[in-house]
């Protein structure tokens, strides 16, 4: 965790062991390496023999000053034979970042077949180990790593989450080998939080700073699936059956999601809004079926859905290729069918973990309308929100919203901005959770 509250970045003196394993973050490490320098400390750096392939280990030997072992019997380390143990004992703390997937299991399992696991196993108890896993998101949620990171938990190393954004394999997500600053940050608070004996200062932080120190977001790796906007209906290829959404009570939902750490997956049908800065992954579909299609293939992973789209209940039954001319006949009539309903589809198949939202737009009735879909539709939340006053529904920045919950809760506020309601919306889940 980062701390905001200032820091002396003092590492004078200080003997930091740089582990490094074979992520692609691997290629900062000689940036690790001169930035640890500058803030005063020795630095020796041990690596694992794939860690080759990202950085070179010679470049790492020049800047450290130090041999740089990578295979424990190599002549060249051995000390008399007890490397490791010197090595761990000569360092005030451990960092290894980054740290990769192979590496975490070998830590997490105590299989020490290399310079750098085993010299983690080496290090005294008093000695702190920090490790900053980085990988491709969806090895990092994996239940075996995430199993991993919690034995280690156990076993006392300190565990410095991966920032969010963009990886080298384009995806989105939680992964990131963390700034360097915050990776220094750490190694300082480590040092000087060891509850030592000796002669080491210890650094106390006075009470009313505990508050200051941020909590993990409260979001953090989420997923969050969010629909916004409109539907279009082709009737022929320059004619639409349509409705009046703007988009922004859902573009407001998925900045302040991403805004508290979630990865968002933003399904959103013809609006004319940029995109809110953050893990914010936006699909954009024209038709109900389109989203249909959008929403059910991102749906399986998704710990909340919030179904903010006015999705067209009806769509022509047939769509004509080209433009109808009006002088075929006097009159016309289209025939319409029923899109599916995305949000009971959701409903039918929702997972025990995952949180369920709709939006209904009501012009009369609305609380019992609201009711009824909540427990037709197999929701946890409905937003009401009328569609014939001011300040609500459609367009606007502003809107006047009803929540309902699953438990039966109906909470009622005045008219507001789409941002603060959904910051509103987004605590109801919190609290939901809670409940659950
Ligand atoms: N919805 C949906 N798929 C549809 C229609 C609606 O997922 N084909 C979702 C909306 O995104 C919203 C919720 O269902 O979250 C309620 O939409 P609303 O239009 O208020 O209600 P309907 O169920 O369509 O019923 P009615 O129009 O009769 O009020």
């Not at 500058?38 to 070179?56: D, L």
């Not at 293939?297 to 919030?306: G, R, V, W």
């Not at 006047?400 to 809760?409: N, P």
Request: charged share 20%.
């Amino acid at each position: 965790m980062a701390f905001l509250f200032p820091i002396d970045m003092n590492l004078q003196g200080k003997k930091i062991l740089l582990g490094v394993s074979a992520s692609i973050a691997a290629y900062k490490a000689p940036l690790i390496v001169r930035e640890l320098i500058k803030q005063g400390a020795e630095v020796r750096v041990v690596m694992t023999p794939s860690a080759e392939v990202f950085v070179s280990r010679t470049v790492l030997m020049n800047l450290s000053k130090h041999p740089v072992p990578m295979d424990m019997f190599e002549d060249d380390i051995q000390d008399g034979g007890s490397w490791h143990i010197h090595l761990a004992h000569w360092c005030d703390a451990m960092l290894i970042a980054p740290c990769s997937a192979t590496s975490l299991a070998r830590l997490a399992c105590g299989f020490y077949d290399t310079a750098l696991s085993i010299i983690a196993c080496a290090l005294p108890k008093s000695i702190p180990l920090l490790i900053a896993p980085a990988m491709d998101s969806d090895m990092w949620e994996h239940p075996a790593v995430q199993r991993n990171i919690e034995l280690l938990k156990q076993d006392g190393a300190i565990i410095i989450p991966p920032a969010i954004g963009e990886l080298a394999s384009g995806i989105f997500g939680p992964g990131r080998l963390p700034e360097i600053d915050v990776l220094i940050e750490e190694c300082v608070q480590a040092i000087s939080d060891i509850p030592v004996l000796s002669t080491k200062p210890i650094r106390t932080i006075p009470i009313e700073m505990h508050e200051e120190i941020p909590q993990k977001l409260p979001l953090y790796g989420k997923h969050v699936l969010i629909t916004a906007g409109p539907t279009y209906e082709r009737i022929d290829d320059v004619r639409f059956i349509g409705n009046f959404s703007s988009g922004k009570m859902g573009f407001a939902l998925a900045r302040h999601c991403a805004k508290q750490g979630a990865l968002v997956t933003l399904i959103c049908g013809p609006v004319a809004l940029k995109t809110p800065e953050g893990a914010i992954h936006r699909i954009d579909i024209e038709s109900a079926q389109e989203m249909y299609e959008a929403v059910m293939k991102n749906s399986a992973k998704q710990d909340i859905i919030i179904m903010s789209a006015a999705v067209a209940d009806f769509t022509p039954e047939e769509k004509y290729e080209g433009k109808i001319k009006k002088s075929q006949s006097d009159s016309m009539q289209i025939s319409l069918k029923k899109t599916t309903d995305i949000l009971a589809e959701l409903g039918r198949n929702k997972n025990d973990h995952q949180v369920l939202i709709g939006f209904a737009l009501e012009s009369h009735d609305a609380i019992a309308y609201g009711k009824k879909k909540i427990i037709d539709k197999n929701c946890d939340m409905m937003i009401v929100n009328a569609a014939n006053q001011v300040d609500s529904g459609f367009g606007g920045d502003n809107n006047t919203i009803t929540i309902l919950d699953r438990f039966g809760t109906v909470t009622e506020f005045s008219p507001m901005t789409k941002d603060a309601c959904a910051d509103i919306i987004i605590q109801h889940i919190h609290s939901l959770s809670e409940q659950a």
